[in-house]
């Protein structure tokens, strides 16, 4: 593991103290005003994930739920883990970092979808969300 974090902006590619110096840094600006970096961190968060759901459709492809507190994204063909598996891992596939990756390579096409929370959990464990399977049967009558 190496002893820098890594920084796309630098021509050596690493951040410009080791990573110990950096978090001691880190610690002692956010002791200097920590209402600043939580409502900034929260605003930031909340906006580019609205941005990330838009570009993939703004609601529950299931059950249409559109508040952004709920909405996740999923991969259509649950091929999530092997997605992770063969991704740079020094990249993040995961959360704030995966949506500004996403909004950085311009919203590509990796087979998401947008899944509110319950639809998500439930495909993950029993393969498909209890609003499909309803339509289904109601298809059936």
Not at 74 to 99: K, L, M, V, W
Not at 113 to 140: D, F, I, M
Request: proline letters at 2%; aromatic letters at 12%; hydrophobic letters at 25%.
């Amino acid at each position: 593991m190496s002893e820098f974090y890594s920084d796309r902006t630098r021509s050596d590619r690493k951040c410009q103290y080791c990573k110990s110096c950096f978090k001691a840094r880190a610690k002692e600006r956010y002791k200097g005003d920590k209402e600043k970096y939580k409502s900034w961190g929260s605003k930031n968060y909340r906006k580019v994930k609205r941005e990330v759901m838009d570009a993939y459709g703004g609601v529950c492809q299931c059950c249409g739920e559109a508040r952004i507190e709920f909405l996740t994204l999923d991969h259509i063909n649950q091929d999530g883990a092997e997605h992770r598996r063969n991704t740079d891992p020094n990249t993040s596939c995961t959360g704030y970092n995966f949506y500004l990756r996403l909004r950085r390579e311009g919203f590509p096409d990796w087979g998401l979808q947008v899944l509110c929370a319950n639809c998500n959990t439930a495909k993950g464990a029993y393969g498909e969300c209890p609003h499909v399977t309803e339509r289904k049967l109601a298809a059936q009558e």
